[in-house]
């Protein structure tokens, strides 16, 4: 898996976990910044995946066609402030 986008020290590395040590004190019960974005660049694949490609009939939504493609790249959308990985898209 290739990951487009990646950069050495987003801002929001910079942000430390104001996490506590109850639950309510925790993310996500409690909005921290640093549990939030380190949750959403988990999200990234880690290994190829494999997508469904296959062709439907539009009126009746039968399969014409059984394809599949792997993704092997995907790249990451950032947000502009933080920097922390909005989304990603391949
Ligand atoms: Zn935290």
Redesign the pocket.
């Known amino acids: 898996m290739k990951i487009n986008g990646t950069i050495e020290h987003p801002r929001w590395y910079d942000i430390h976990?104001?996490?506590g040590v109850t639950t309510e004190d925790?993310?996500p019960i409690k909005e921290?910044l640093?549990?939030k974005f380190e949750q959403a660049e988990s999200s990234l694949p880690k290994e190829d995946f494999k997508v469904d490609c296959s062709i439907y009939d539009e009126k009746t939504g039968e399969i014409l066609e059984k394809k599949s493609r792997t993704v092997t790249e995907v790249t990451i959308f950032r947000g502009s402030k933080f920097e922390d990985v909005i989304g990603w898209f391949y």
Do not use: A, D, L, N
């Open positions: 976990c104001c996490c925790k993310h921290c640093h549990c």
